[in-house]
């Protein structure tokens, strides 16, 4: 069995390399079988930040993401977005949403504020100033947010700040607990996202003590490279198989129409 992408972004950002059909050579390569696109999503107002594409470029993304799957038939690619989630672009979120049919769309919190993305590295120095345990409550605070407007079928690396190595303290896991009920009161799924395992936390997002807590609520699971270049396609993949079997799940969903279609997780690779 091989695990689907479904965390795969595209030049289009500005920050990573390569189109669909390259991440699509990678993925035959490697072997997977199924793969998803999902690019940042343009904000209400291009030149947000400088990580997204423009309004004016999704066509063309929606337009490549369609020519791989004409071009590359033995694979299965699904049509996806990561949308960021900040309190008050919910109609934005809803009018994107209606655009296109989509296959599933991730919600990430990567503002915790206006002006402060926490994975930035750019403003990676704003750490220094600030309390990691509040940094950590505001970002839940907002995951939690996202979790309840029910607008999104996966929550993207849901304990992201922990990116350069600010992790949060041994015992105070329960500040998880709020967005996991969340989580499941709305039905959404969290990725197993192993981008982490190439940064500084060298963990996958999220880490063990949280997804023993994410499987305790039963909140479905997917997997996801967050690749920013075509040789990172299924990166880290059995470590995070490994990883979700020993925290006790026995299926992840695979996507279609914004519908889960779960499947059994192998007990070995
Ligand atoms: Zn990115
Ligand atoms: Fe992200
Ligand atoms: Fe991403
Ligand atoms: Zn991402």
Excluded at 58 to 82: F, K, M, N, S
Excluded at 187 to 207: D, H, M
Excluded at 223 to 240: C, I, K, M, N, R
Aim: glycine share 8%; hydrophobic share 35%.
């Amino acid at each position: 069995m091989t695990l689907p992408d479904y965390h795969l972004h595209t030049r289009l950002c500005r920050h990573a390399e390569g189109e669909p059909r390259d991440y699509a050579d990678c993925a035959v390569r490697v072997g997977l079988r199924e793969i998803g696109f999902s690019d940042h999503a343009p904000m209400p107002r291009d030149n947000y930040d400088n990580w997204r594409m423009n309004q004016n470029q999704l066509d063309e993304y929606v337009e490549w993401v369609r020519r791989a799957q004409r071009d590359y038939p033995q694979l299965t690619i699904r049509l996806g977005l990561e949308l960021d989630y900040l309190p008050g672009l919910e109609s934005w979120i809803a009018e994107l949403a209606g655009r296109y049919p989509w296959d599933y769309l991730i919600g990430s919190v990567h503002y915790v504020r206006a002006g402060w993305d926490v994975d930035n590295p750019e403003k990676r120095a704003q750490w220094d100033r600030e309390e990691p345990r509040e940094v950590w409550a505001a970002y839940f605070e907002r995951l939690t947010q996202a979790a309840e407007t029910r607008m999104f079928d996966i929550i993207g690396h849901a304990d992201l700040p922990k990116k350069f190595g600010h992790f949060l303290k041994q015992g105070d896991e329960e500040i998880y607990r709020p967005f996991l009920r969340a989580a499941r009161r709305s039905g959404v799924a969290i990725e197993l996202n192993t981008g982490g395992l190439r940064k500084e936390c060298a963990e996958i997002y999220p880490g063990k003590r949280f997804l023993a807590l994410a499987w305790s609520e039963r909140i479905p699971i997917t997997f996801g490279s967050d690749a920013h270049l075509p040789t990172e396609v299924g990166l880290g993949f059995s470590e995070a198989h490994r990883l979700a079997r020993a925290c006790g799940y026995t299926q992840f969903c695979r996507w279609a129409g914004r519908a889960a279609l779960p499947e059994s997780l192998s007990p070995t690779e």
